[in-house]
T-cell receptor, first 115, second 113 residues
Framework: GAGVSQSPSNKVTEKGKDVELRCDPISGHTALYWYRQSLGQGLEFLIYFQGNSAPDKSGLPSDRFSAERTGGSVSTLTIQRTQQEDSAVYLC?????????????FGPGTRLTVT | AQRVTQPEKLLSVFKGAPVELKCNYSYSGSPELFWYVQYSRQRLQLLLRHISRESIKGFTADLNKGETSFHLKKPFAQEEDSAMYYCALRGNAGGTSYGKLTFGQGTILTVHP
């Protein structure tokens, strides 16, 4: 079946603009994770969804970052007033449940460049 | 707090040579350890996990709780092994870690012909 998909694959935006990144998890996967891959910080956890709820938002770096998930499926990560330090690859992963029993399947990522 | 350390950002070996990618962790509990690999222009994918105790593509990794290490080894490296390798830790299943992964900084392995 189809894997995790993300869009857009690349996004270039000007500093101060808002951006939305989309993740389509594997069908039936209730758990969804956002991570950020950057040169200086490696791979960092951002937020976790179980269904439409986000019980763990501890990795969001500032209040400019927010995310939502609707219908237990698609998730959108929104970054407001983008800054140059937001430039990174944003990865989404899904897994059948959030109890940590299963492998996480990663999407191809969205490369965000803030100019 | 949980932490994963990969001391080598870059590692170069020649084809046929043994390779070892180091990973150390800190976690106050019984973690699950993983190795993920990202080949050029491909998505991040699971290579192996410590609980399965299997060899994938000739790679093995043993969890050493005494040394809190999970080093990745292969006796004879191949050019197609060139990739970015991440060591990752997941907290106790069912706990408040919610299955999130803590990654090391990654090691870029280059295998020369």
């Amino acid at each position: 079946g189809a894997g995790v998909s993300q869009s857009p694959s690349n996004k270039v935006t000007e500093k101060g603009k808002d951006v939305e990144l989309r993740c389509d998890p594997i069908s039936g996967h209730t758990a969804l994770y956002w991570y950020r891959q950057s040169l200086g910080q490696g791979l960092e956890f951002l937020i976790y969804f179980q269904g439409n709820s986000a019980p763990d938002k501890s990795g969001l770096p500032s209040d400019r970052f927010s995310a939502e998930r609707t219908g237990g499926s698609v998730s959108t990560l929104t970054i407001q007033r983008t800054q140059q330090e937001d430039s990174a690859v944003y990865l989404c992963a899904s897994t059948p449940d959030g109890w940590g029993s299963y492998e996480q399947y990663f999407g191809p990522g969205t490369r965000l460049t803030v100019t | 707090a949980q932490r994963v350390t990969q001391p080598e950002k870059l590692l170069s070996v020649f084809k046929g040579a043994p390779v070892e990618l180091k990973c150390n962790y800190s976690y106050s509990g019984s973690p699950e350890l993983f190795w993920y690999v990202q080949y050029s222009r491909q998505r991040l994918q699971l290579l192996l996990r410590h609980i399965s105790r299997e060899s994938i593509k000739g790679f093995t990794a043993d969890l050493n709780k005494g040394e809190t290490s999970f080093h990745l080894k292969k006796p004879f490296a191949q050019e197609e092994d060139s990739a970015m390798y991440y060591c990752a830790l997941r907290g106790n299943a069912g706990g408040t870690s919610y299955g999130k992964l803590t990654f090391g900084q990654g090691t870029i392995l280059t295998v020369h012909p």
